[in-house]
């Protein structure tokens, strides 16, 4: 059975079938070392995962609201729109009542 589910999968020397996972991820264009065509290839190997890299300079994510209206319906709107910057929380988010016990 191991070998079957090797030979199906795939592992980081042997990535064996195609990818079978899709990942989505911000670069920054400006980074020292930051080559997309080789995060591309490096998440394929140690993930067998098809990576889709997005421009991210400055920590702006606005391009991925481009690259994800890009692949959607338009007769099915996006529930919010999506932040330009992704940031922490500052506060934690309130316990209700019914979990505080």
Do not use: C
Request: aromatic share 4%; proline share 13%.
């Amino acid at each position: 059975m191991l070998r079957e589910v090797g030979d199906r999968t795939g592992t980081r020397i042997d990535p064996g079938a195609a990818p079978r996972h899709v990942a989505v991820m911000a670069w920054d264009p400006d980074a020292e070392g930051n080559d997309p065509g080789t995060l591309v290839r490096r998440a394929e190997i140690a993930y067998g995962a098809q990576l889709i890299p997005y421009p991210a300079p400055k920590n702006d994510h606005s391009a991925l609201a481009r690259l994800l209206a890009g692949m959607t319906d338009g007769r099915f709107p996006p529930a919010a729109d999506a932040p330009a910057s992704v940031t922490a929380s500052p506060e934690p988010l309130p316990v209700s009542s019914a979990m505080a016990g």
